[in-house]
C-alpha cells in the first residue's frame, strides 16, 4: 500500500490534487481544507490511504498522520465509507471527533454530512476509545480524560434510569464537568446537585 507521498503539486482543484513524483502524477483526493490551501507548485509530502474497491483503487491524502489514522479507524463503523470519513474531518479535527466520540456527543457527530442519528450512534458505541485521546493532552492528564467520558456515560445512564430526563441529566452533569471523579462520586455529586428536579425538562 502507499503510505506516503512526497513531490511537486501539478494540480490543485475542490476536493484532489495532483502529486507529481519521479515524472508519475498521482490523484489523491483530500479535504476540501487542505486544498483550498494548496497551490500548484508547492512542494508536498502527503500521507496517504488507499481504498481498494472491486473498479477502483484510490488514494486519500491528509497532511498529517494523526488525520490519516482517524479516517481508516472511522471506516470501521458500519455505514461509514471513505467519502464520509473524510467529510468528518472537513468539519472536526481529530481531537473534536475524539471528544465527540468519547462524550457520545451526537449533535456534533451529526454536524458531518451523510451522519444521521443512527449512524452518529453506532459511531459512538463502535469506535468507543479506539481514536485515543485528544492529541494536546499530556501523558499526565490523559488517563484521566479518557476515563471521564466512559464515566459520564455510566452515570447518565444510571441517572436517566432513576427518572431524571435526558437534557436535566446532560446539563448536570456538564455543569459537573472537569471534576475527575469516579463513577460513584459523579453520581453522588449529580444527585446532591439534582436535588428535587426529578422528572423536570
Known amino acids: 500500500m502507499i503510505a506516503q507521498l512526497h513531490g511537486t503539486l501539478a494540480a490543485v482543484t475542490l476536493d ?19 486544498a483550498q490551501q494548496a497551490h500548484v507548485g508547492d512542494e508536498v509530502c502527503l500521507h496517504t490511504s488507499m481504498v ?3 473498479d477502483s483503487m484510490t488514494l486519500y491524502g491528509f497532511a498529517e498522520v494523526d488525520e490519516r489514522v ?7 463503523v458500519s455505514g461509514i465509507g471513505p467519502r464520509i470519513a473524510l467529510a468528518a474531518l472537513t468539519v472536526l479535527s481529530p481531537d473534536d471527533l475524539r471528544r465527540a466520540v468519547a462524550h457520545s456527543d451526537l449533535a ?34 490523559a488517563p484521566t ?33 472537569g471534576e475527575g471523579l469516579g463513577s ?6 449529580a444527585l446532591l446537585k439534582l436535588g428535587g428536579q426529578r422528572g423536570r425538562v
Do not use: C, N
Open 16 to 34: 484532489e490534487v495532483i502529486v507529481l513524483v519521479g515524472g508519475i502524477g498521482w490523484r489523491v483526493l483530500v479535504a476540501p481544507s487542505y
Open 52 to 54: 481498494v474497491r472491486e
Open 70 to 76: 482517524v479516517f481508516e479507524k472511522l471506516q470501521t
Open 108 to 141: 456534533t457527530l451529526q454536524r458531518i454530512p451523510g451522519v444521521g442519528k443512527k449512524s452518529a450512534q453506532r459511531m459512538a458505541l463502535d469506535i468507543g476509545d479506539k481514536l485515543g485521546v485528544p492529541a494536546h493532552l499530556d501523558a499526565v492528564s
Open 145 to 177: 480524560q479518557a476515563a471521564s467520558g466512559s464515566v459520564e456515560v455510566e452515570v447518565k445512564a444510571a441517572l436517566i434510569q432513576l427518572g431524571w430526563s435526558e437534557a436535566v441529566v446532560t446539563q448536570t452533569l456538564d455543569a459537573l464537568g
Open 184 to 189: 460513584a462520586d459523579l453520581l453522588r455529586a
